[in-house]
């Protein structure tokens, strides 16, 4: 997803049009996400919030009402339209290893794992309560790490390492095996990015 508005507005129309070519009921079916069909809209959990889409349209906003920022309303409409409904493998792999992963990663590297890594990495406990306030469960990864349910059907793994006298804090994020079932990797770059400010935000 490129960060030119022209661009990101021709991205989020073309979602728009993908999701609405899809049928509703086999939407919520794949993705786990409840649709109403009195209301011609679905809700999807987000980062421990509510959203709300409307079918056909696309329409994505929060549960005041608001509408939904571009890079949110694009990677809700992706979900949606792209979820396989495959359970998840309880298997994890790094962003690397995601198809095409490797075009990526600097993005990833800039846009999550650093933001990550200074803002957490000498606060496990601030880093504790933020990923617990998503929902988060305690995971056996690094010296503390916790599995965040993002999506219905889109886990993460957060890690860091906290470092000492003679070594940095360092993090990562891991993703489930079958998670380009669900998203491309382009997408998991800023979902991994969402997330990491989620957190942030919840210091």
Known sequence: MNKSPYNMAVTLELARKAFAAKDPHTMAELSACPYDEAASCFTVAYLGQNYTVSYPAGQVSSAAGKEADLITSILLLHYLSGASGVEAADSWISFKELQGGAIYIDPFQKRAINPLVKGFGRKPEAFSKAAELLGGQRAAFGDLSYLIPVLPRIPLILILWQGDEEFPPNG????????????????????????????????
Do not use: G, K, P
């Open 172 to 203: 990562n994020i891991l993703f489930d095996r079958y998670a380009n079932t669900y998203l491309h990797t382009e997408d998991y770059a800023q979902l991994a990015s969402q997330t990491v400010y989620t957190l942030l935000r919840n210091m």
